[in-house]
């Protein structure tokens, strides 16, 4: 069995692609006017609040105290497919409200801004892609959740990483070779733990990306009990270093589950939001983005999940230009293709 590498470009974004983390400091009486009144308008307009665990904390408390949800992106998927509000607001990246928005045409899908994006998305440009599965017909296409809705519709399957070596284990067992894309950290991961037979894209996160091995391994030594919890899309010999792999899921779950009283994580930094509200007698660290190659940028943030702040998300509940300049829209046909991956992913997380 083989990690195929490709001839294909590096899909990782220059620098001066990603944005910088933008930092709002609202005063605490701004603070709790605005979550109120976003409280007051979810429930008054009957909304479902749909947060991913590394947008701000006080959106991830709002998506709990009004019904909503706080998770990983296969959570999201399914809580906005399943709850009954014909309006959603989806606090994360865009990916997640075209996801909310192919799993549910019926509904009308908001964010907080549009500009919200993923670098593992952009490093999948649909055209590219499309050229590459047609040269490899004899593959089956399993991309990640992270891409665009055109990506999804080429794919035979969908992942997120929760059950992404579920679903490559069990293509496998069926004799069946893989194209992945877009991660190439996280196709290696599955890779090397199925042993099956995939060709990868080679886009990756620039948040995972900056997590740095040497730094970790200095770390440990600081902290010698500490439980190292690690998201397989952080670079391999990172991944080597860590007690747990696994999705954002997977790793709240770690921290509830294992007895240590410190973890070292290696995940973008609104994941601790949730981690210390769960846990509040342990102490957690984040993992060293610092070390050779370190940039301005190596903060375990992701600059996107960053531009879900309070004010966006007031301004779309309470701005109609602004609302509509923020729906989410789906080709209906398109969004009929991409779900039909989305569709089977659900189907075998369910069966
Ligand atoms: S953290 Fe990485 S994978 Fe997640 S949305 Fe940001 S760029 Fe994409």
Redesign the pocket.
């Known amino acids: 069995m083989s990690s195929n590498s490709t001839s294909l470009p590096d899909y990782s974004l220059a620098p001066e692609q990603v944005p910088l983390v933008g930092s709002l400091t609202l005063d605490d009486g701004e603070r709790e006017r605005l979550k109120s009144r976003i409280a007051d308008t979810l429930q008054s307009r009957g909304m479902a609040l749909v947060a991913h665990y ?1 947008v701000d904390g006080d959106i991830q408390d709002l998506a709990e105290q009004t019904g909503g949800c706080v998770s990983d992106s296969l959570e999201m998927a399914r809580f906005g497919r399943d709850h009954q509000a014909s309006n959603l607001v989806v606090a994360g ?1 865009r990916f997640m409200g075209e996801t909310a928005k192919i799993l549910s045409p019926e509904k009308r899908v908001f964010m907080p801004t549009l500009e919200a994006e ?4 952009l490093g999948c440009p649909p055209d590219a892609f499309a050229q590459f599965t047609a040269e490899h017909p004899d593959r089956t296409v399993v991309v990640y959740a ?1 891409t665009s809705a055109r990506v999804k519709a080429l794919a035979d399957w969908v992942v997120t990483s929760s059950c992404a070596l579920d679903i490559v284990s069990s293509l496998k067992a069926r004799g069946e070779k893989i194209l992945w894309a877009p991660d190439k950290h996280l196709g290696a991961y599955i890779q090397k733990q199925t042993q099956a037979d995939m060709l990868l894209w080679s886009g990756a ?4 990306e900056e997590f740095k091995s040497k730094a970790l391994d200095d770390l440990r030594k600081v902290y010698p009990d500490a439980g190292v919890l690690v998201h397989p ?1 952080s670079p391999a010999s990172v991944i080597q270093g860590a007690d747990v792999v696994g999705s954002t899921k997977a790793i709240v779950d770690a921290a509830q589950r294992m007895p240590n009283d410190t973890f070292i994580v290696a995940t ?1 930094r609104g994941i601790f939001h949730k981690l210390r509200q769960q846990n509040p007698g342990k102490t957690f660290i984040e993992a060293p983005t610092a070390g050779d190659g370190a940039t301005c940028r190596s903060c375990a943030h ?1 600059p ?2 960053a531009m879900n702040e309070l004010r966006a998300l007031d301004r779309v509940l309470h701005d109609d230009a602004y609302m509509a300049s923020c729906e989410i829209l789906v080709d209906p046909e398109l969004g009929l293709r991409a779900k039909q991956p989305l569709d089977r992913m659900l189907a075998f997380q369910a069966g």
């Open positions: 590394y990246v993923c670098s593992l998305d992270n996160c620039v948040v995972h899309e973008d992701c996107w999940m």
